[in-house]
């Protein structure tokens, strides 16, 4: 097991604020070198905590202003397999997460449109035509505060 010191966790959250910092700008906030703070990258690349790098897109300034969550309930386990369940709503152009929970329901969809008409359209002409769909329950989101958890 790794131990994960303060200068790790205080290193997670200034990549999670930015991740194209370099490591000498990242070690001047830390208080260490460009090379002690690379060394840490690349230990906690090697551990698996840094999984990868993405880019965040502001969703609402490309013309998607509606988000909606999706809570999908199979029609009956069996019909479809969940691998073909998930391969055809992950085809889907909209839906940027799919989600296999516990709960009420078997999946959770994140889903953007450019409005409410644009969301209908792609509920019904694409994700009520995927096989095996049963129960549906949408969620508009209104505000969303991302935050680092445990960090």
């Given amino acids: 097991m790794n131990a994960w010191d303060d200068k790790d966790f205080a290193l997670l959250r200034a990549l999670s604020r930015d991740v194209t910092q370099s490591a000498g700008a990242l070690g ?18 090697a551990a698996g905590v840094l ?9 609402e300034a490309l013309g998607f202003g509606v988000t909606v969550f999706l809570g999908v309930k199979l029609a009956t386990r069996g019909q479809v397999s969940l691998e073909d ?15 296999h929970v516990l709960g ?45 958890g445990p960090l």
């Fill in 104 to 148: 009420r329901y078997d999946y959770r969809l994140r889903v953007v449109a450019r409005d409410i008409s644009d969301f209908q359209r792609v509920l019904r002409r694409r994700i009520m035509t995927v096989r095996g769909i049963g129960d549906v329950e949408a969620n508009v989101l209104l505000t969303e505060e991302r935050l680092l």
């Fill in 51 to 59: 999984a990868g790098r993405r880019v965040d897109f502001n969703i």
């Fill in 28 to 45: 001047r906030q830390l208080g260490l070198s460009q090379p002690a703070t690379w060394r840490r990258i690349k230990r906690l690349q």
């Fill in 85 to 99: 369940f998930e391969r055809a709503v992950t085809a889907i152009p909209e839906v940027q997460t799919v989600q």
